[in-house]
């Protein structure tokens, strides 16, 4: 029995609008999600990717149970994760970035102790848990502060240490690093690594950080306007940019990096004097280097492989003809073999 299994699932939100509108054009109408059919195994780690407003929330908000869909089914562990709210906790985990569920005005360790409590967790299992989060996330420095006091960084750690407590099944992470600094994203992503690692677990993280997808995730699942666009593993997703690379050129001095115009090449991204370029296949990178070492004094030339990075760029900026033809072989539905099954630490 795979742990998630969502078939056929759509939701559309009705909106009044703003008053003025409202006369004109009645109430708005829209398609959060549309059809869509996701199945996820015990030991998968999933990126759910997509543009904002793609739908990723509402999708991971009908899985937790915390919203029913219009249209379509959703099992968790066997369980309708709506009607059966209170054996689901017990199955699930859940944060969501800009939202706590610690209790505000207690410390965050008064807050681990109730979940011990609500959870059922013998002293000597809690002892040994909070000691190996501990570890990871670095909480006892901070513990005692009462929750409305922590930073950022220290009250996402403490969530998810939260989310966690229970060792869930399944794992719902809603934008886990958004915010945090680059040491503790190591930290939060070295717990994920090590959670992943054991096999027991499905993970499911939606982010707009593709260090995250990058690092931990094997599987993706691209969401676009309510649709799956494409599902299936980060090598295929990558793969799709068909051999494009990425240079980095920097500039001496801090000047502005110079327009290369070449067939083939194009300025993705221009920032003070590192300039981004895209190489389509077969531009000779020589000749490149040659173009940009002629136009003005070059700090450093840094050729790269495929970045997901640009991959999302362009499928986000319409561009879907490599996804299209990419899609037979990509697509679990076609083919649950073409899907990974352990997840890979970083
Ligand atoms: N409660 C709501 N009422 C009305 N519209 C909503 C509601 N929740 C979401 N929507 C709409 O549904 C669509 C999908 O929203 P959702 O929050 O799932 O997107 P998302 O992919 O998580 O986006 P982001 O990356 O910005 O968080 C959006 O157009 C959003 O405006």
């Given at each position: 029995m795979p742990a998630i299994e969502v078939r056929g699932v759509s939701k559309r939100f009705r909106s009044r609008g703003p008053l003025f509108r409202r006369r004109k054009e009645g109430p708005r109408e829209t398609v959060a999600l549309d059809r869509v059919d996701l199945e996820i195994g015990t030991g998968e780690f999933v990126g759910l990717l997509g543009q904002n407003g793609a739908g990723k929330s509402t999708l991971i908000r009908v899985m937790t149970g915390?919203?029913?869909?219009?249209?379509?089914?959703?099992?968790?562990?066997?369980?309708?994760?709506?009607?059966?709210?209170?054996?689901?906790?017990?199955?699930?985990?859940?944060t969501f970035g800009q939202r706590t569920q610690l209790w505000w005005d207690l410390r965050a360790r008064d807050s681990f102790e109730i979940l011990r409590d609500m959870y059922g967790l013998p002293a000597a299992t809690y002892t040994r848990r909070m000691?190996?989060?501990?570890?990871?996330?670095?909480?006892?420095?901070?513990?005692?502060?009462?929750?409305?006091?922590?930073?950022?960084?220290?009250?996402?750690?403490?969530?998810?240490?939260?989310?966690?407590?229970?060792?869930?099944v399944l794992l719902f992470l809603d934008e886990p690093t958004i915010g945090l600094d680059i040491l503790v994203k190591d930290q939060v992503r070295a717990m994920l690594a090590d959670l992943a690692g054991t096999g027991d677990h499905a993970i499911v993280l939606t982010t707009h950080d593709v260090a995250d997808v990058e690092a931990l995730c094997p599987r993706i699942v691209l969401i676009d306007r309510g649709r799956t666009l494409f599902d299936g593993t980060l090598a295929d997703l990558t793969g799709i940019g068909g051999?494009?690379?990425?240079?980095v050129v920097e500039l001496a001095g801090?000047?502005?990096?110079?327009?290369?115009?070449?067939?083939?090449?194009?300025?993705?991204?221009?920032?003070?004097?590192?300039?981004?370029?895209?190489?389509?296949?077969?531009?000779?990178?020589?000749?490149?280097?040659?173009?940009?070492?002629?136009?003005?004094?070059?700090?450093?030339?840094?050729?790269?492989?495929?970045?997901?990075?640009?991959?999302?760029?362009?499928?986000?900026?319409?561009?879907?003809?490599?996804?299209n033809a990419q899609r037979p072989a990509a697509s679990p539905a076609a083919s649950p073999a073409a899907r990974p099954s352990a997840p890979t630490p970083p």
């Open positions: 915390l919203m029913v869909p219009d249209a379509g089914e959703v099992r968790v562990l066997g369980l309708d994760p709506n009607r059966d709210q209170v054996r689901n906790a017990r199955n699930i985990g859940v000691r190996e989060l501990d570890d990871f996330l670095g909480l006892s420095a901070f513990w005692d502060t009462q929750a409305r006091h922590l930073s950022l960084g220290q009250r996402v750690r403490c969530d998810l240490a939260a989310a966690v407590l229970h060792r869930p051999g494009r690379r990425t240079v801090g000047r502005a990096a110079p327009e290369v115009r070449m067939p083939g090449v194009r300025l993705l991204e221009l920032d003070g004097a590192r300039a981004t370029y895209a190489l389509e296949p077969g531009v000779s990178q020589a000749r490149f280097a040659a173009r940009v070492l002629a136009a003005d004094e070059v700090r450093a030339i840094d050729f790269e492989g495929v970045r997901l990075e640009d991959v999302l760029r362009s499928i986000y900026a319409g561009d879907h003809s490599a996804l």
